[in-house]
């Protein structure tokens, strides 16, 4: 049971444009969810985060969406560079009873193609 | 401040084989949780350790197991290892807090034949 799902295995968009990344939810007890980024031979590391009490976070050139009633979020990256290029995750978790635990999605791989 | 440690990053074993992973947490980080990467198939969670007690756990098979110890160091333990547990073992810190943020290390990549 995939309760975090990105549908998309690759995205490849032009250096200086938008980069949108899609990330679908079943779970409603989720109310935590993250962006995390991934290199290859590196762990994943943080991106940005939103508490499912906003619609919207920013952080730079990185903007996360929250649309609950669809139980889907997006990640937008403007503009886009060529060190972009990763492996980006989506987790979510369900704060009070999960603890730490993440639930991540299957991963998308971004191309940012100069 | 240090990251999250990992050791080894690479192991071959054979199947039957046990293999034990070992994590070494940010220093004053008392949650370690453990997840497995396989191609396709994202993170998916083992378990998580918080004061040398497990405090969740994922749906593995008995055979997956860890320990958190004083220092909160970690290690997670495999036994009787079968080909489909070729993956990239991950392990993330975090001061333990509902919902926080997770730091990850580079993780052990484990190949079974």
């Known amino acids: 049971d995939q309760q975090v799902k990105q549908n998309s295995p690759s995205l490849s968009v032009q250096e200086g444009r938008i980069s949108i990344l899609n990330c679908d939810y079943t779970?409603?007890?989720?109310?935590?969810f993250l962006w995390y980024k991934k290199y290859p031979a590196e762990g994943p590391t943080f991106l940005i985060s939103?508490?499912?009490?906003?619609d919207k976070n920013e952080d730079g050139r990185f903007t996360v969406f929250l649309n609950k009633s669809a139980k889907h979020l997006s990640l937008h990256i403007v503009p886009s560079q060529p060190g972009d290029s990763a492996v980006y995750f989506c987790?979510?978790?369900?704060?009070?009873?999960?603890?730490?635990?993440?639930?991540f999605g299957e991963g998308t791989q971004l191309t940012v193609n100069p | 401040k240090a990251g999250v440690t990992q050791t080894p990053r690479y192991l071959i074993k054979t199947r039957g084989q046990q293999v034990t992973l070992s994590c070494s947490p940010i220093?004053?980080?008392?949650?370690v949780s453990w997840y497995q990467q396989t191609p396709g198939q994202g993170l998916q969670f083992l378990f998580e350790?918080?004061?040398?007690?497990?405090?969740n756990k994922g749906n593995f098979p008995g055979r997956f197991s860890g320990r958190q110890f004083s220092n909160s160091r970690s290690e997670m333990n495999v036994s009787t290892l079968e080909l489909g547990d070729s993956a990239l073992y991950l392990c993330?810190?975090?001061?333990?807090?509902?919902?926080?943020?997770?730091?990850f290390g580079s993780g052990t990549q484990l190949s079974v034949l």
């Open positions: 987790a979510a978790s369900a704060m009070e009873t999960s603890g730490s635990r993440l639930t």
């Open positions: 779970n409603s007890m989720f109310d935590y």
């Open positions: 220093s004053g980080h008392r949650s």
């Open positions: 939103i508490s499912s009490i906003k």
């Open positions: 993330a810190s975090s001061l333990g807090a509902m919902g926080e943020k997770l730091f």
């Open positions: 350790y918080f004061s040398e007690t497990q405090r």
